[in-house]
């Protein structure tokens, strides 16, 4: 094998990285998201290189005091069993040290991560998939007549308000993250409330990268399962008839299925991942996850 070295991950780096992942995974995060992504790992993102600079494979890790978070973890299928993924994991588990590991193991490694040190399950994810289509929403339209929620579009003053109340949500700060990302996405994001003006939940849909999905809602999160669905309302209207949408969330919220079902969407039986951890179970509050906010840097 020709000599490889770990290099930090550059944003030009992701077209080819996601190039790979959506030939295994039905989709991957926009390019800009990617560098926001990119910037709040602060070096936990980390790419194998030939020595002609060509790039062989990628991992993502993001930490925090006491744990951290894989995402993408990918090797070029030419240069799969040649190393090259043990050389990223041996770098990745440096970056992480001591820390409770979390990973979305696709079910067909899950054997393999338990004997890697991954051996605590947690939940179950799953996809919902499908083209929007407002007539079924104007049919079910009884799920979203919501009124412990006002549901507005987000604007830049709810910033603070919004990231406070996603700090609840995950049990840390992702301002880092989130603020850009709320910047980015803006005018497709919205925005729950009481009636006395707490958020209560919020969605964004964004742009993804994939063979035929169009957009991700990335997060849906909302404090009762009426929340959860008006948001999704407010999603989904926004786009054009017939985009093909996805969704990602904890199998625990059963009303997030019975939603998705009700819109059109389709789910497979069978879970895209499942997380583990290398220590303990970190107690999330899955049942507020209609989907996640994003799989590669992110508790939920």
Same mark, same amino acid.
């Given at each position: 094998?020709?000599?490889?070295?770990?290099?930090?991950?550059?944003?030009?780096?992701?077209?080819?990285?996601?190039?790979?992942?959506?030939?295994?995974?039905?989709?991957?995060?926009?390019?800009?998201?990617?560098?926001?992504?990119?910037?709040?790992?602060?070096?936990?993102?980390?790419?194998?290189?030939?020595?002609?600079?060509?790039?062989?494979?990628?991992?993502?890790?993001?930490?925090?005091?006491?744990?951290?978070?894989?995402?993408?973890?990918?090797?070029?299928?030419?240069?799969?069993?040649?190393?090259?993924?043990?050389?990223?994991?041996?770098?990745?588990?440096?970056?992480?040290?001591?820390?409770?590991?979390?990973?979305?193991?696709?079910?067909?490694?899950?054997?393999?991560?338990?004997?890697?040190?991954?051996?605590?399950?947690?939940?179950?994810?799953?996809?919902?998939?499908?083209?929007?289509?407002?007539?079924?929403?104007?049919?079910?339209?009884?799920?979203?007549?919501?009124?412990?929620?006002?549901?507005?579009?987000?604007?830049?003053?709810?910033?603070?308000?919004?990231?406070?109340?996603?700090?609840?949500?995950?049990?840390?700060?992702?301002? *880092?993250? #989130?603020?850009?990302?709320? @910047?980015?996405? /803006? %005018?497709?994001? +919205?925005?729950?409330?009481?009636?006395?003006?707490?958020?209560?939940?919020?969605?964004?849909?964004?742009?993804?990268?994939?063979?035929?999905?169009?957009?991700?809602?990335?997060?849906?999160?909302?404090?009762?399962?009426?929340?959860?669905?008006?948001?999704?309302?407010?999603?989904?209207?926004?786009?054009?008839?017939?985009?093909?949408?996805?969704?990602?969330?904890?199998?625990?919220?059963?009303?997030?299925?019975?939603?998705?079902?009700? *819109?059109? #969407?389709?789910?497979?039986? @069978?879970?895209? /991942? %499942?997380?583990? +951890?290398?220590?303990?179970?970190?107690?999330?509050?899955?049942?507020?996850?209609?989907?996640?906010?994003?799989?590669?840097?992110?508790?939920?």
């Amino acid at each position: 094998m020709a000599k490889v070295t770990i290099r930090k991950t550059r944003a030009e780096d992701f077209p080819e990285i996601l190039k790979w992942w959506i030939e295994d995974i039905p989709f991957g995060y926009d390019l800009e998201t990617c560098k926001i992504i990119l910037k709040y790992v602060d070096g936990g993102s980390m790419c194998a290189v030939n020595d002609k600079g060509e790039l062989l494979g990628h991992a993502i890790v993001s930490r925090r005091e006491d744990d951290a978070t894989g995402g993408i973890y990918i090797v070029r299928k030419d240069q799969r069993g040649t190393g090259v993924g043990k050389m990223l994991s041996t770098a990745r588990m440096e970056f992480v040290g001591s820390r409770n590991f979390a990973i979305d193991s696709v079910l067909n490694r899950l054997e393999a991560n338990k004997k890697i040190g991954f051996k605590v399950p947690s939940f179950m994810i799953y996809l919902a998939e499908g083209a929007v289509d407002h007539s079924k929403l104007d049919s079910c339209s009884d799920m979203f007549n919501n009124n412990e929620a006002i549901v507005k579009p987000f604007t830049a003053d709810m910033m603070d308000a919004v990231l406070a109340y996603d700090k609840q949500i995950a049990g840390h700060s992702r301002d *880092a993250f #989130l603020r850009p990302y709320l @910047e980015l996405h /803006a %005018q497709q994001a +919205y925005v729950a409330t009481d009636h006395d003006g707490s958020v209560v939940g919020y969605g964004v849909s964004a742009p993804v990268m994939s063979k035929y999905l169009q957009y991700g809602l990335f997060p849906i999160y909302g404090n009762t399962t009426n929340t959860q669905a008006k948001l999704f309302e407010m999603l989904t209207r926004a786009l054009p008839d017939r985009t093909i949408i996805v969704a990602g969330f904890p199998g625990e919220n059963t009303a997030a299925i019975k939603l998705y079902k009700s *819109a059109g #969407l389709t789910i497979p039986e @069978e879970p895209i /991942a %499942q997380r583990l +951890y290398t220590k303990n179970v970190i107690e999330l509050p899955l049942l507020k996850i209609g989907s996640c906010l994003n799989f590669d840097i992110a508790r939920i």
